[in-house]
């Protein structure tokens, strides 16, 4: 199984980035997927999840109206659209697939909001 993230990067404050998260190996349809960020010194932390079918989402209060999660079953790969970022927002970004039994994780990719 493999869950590969790209998309990450330096933006500006204010800015968008649009992570994706290839993954190959199981049965993409039957995973819910979850986008989760960690900052230097804290704890990781949910950002988005969307269902199975992608008929619901969830997201972190913070990034709410700012980020969207979304999904192409067809080519098993998940994305996070992020507007509006800010510079706490400074993370490595890693996906996660959750089934009922087995979670996969990526290794991550760094999004850095500085000027």
């Known amino acids: 199984v493999q869950l590969v993230e790209s998309g990450g990067g330096l933006v500006q404050p204010g800015g968008s980035l649009r992570l994706s998260c290839a993954v190959s190996g199981l049965t993409f349809s039957s995973y819910a997927m979850n986008w989760y960020r960690q900052a230097p010194g804290k704890e990781r932390e949910l950002v988005a999840r969307?269902?199975?079918?992608?008929?619901?989402?969830n997201y972190a209060d913070s990034v709410k109206g700012r980020f969207t999660i979304s999904r192409d079953n067809a080519k098993s790969t998940v994305y996070l659209q992020m507007n509006g970022l800010k510079p706490e927002e400074t993370a490595v970004y890693s996906c996660?697939?959750?089934?009922?039994?087995?979670?996969?994780w990526g290794q991550g990719t760094q999004v850095t909001v500085a000027s």
């Open positions: 969307i269902s199975k079918d992608g008929d619901k989402t």
């Open positions: 996660n697939a959750q089934g009922e039994v087995w979670n996969y």
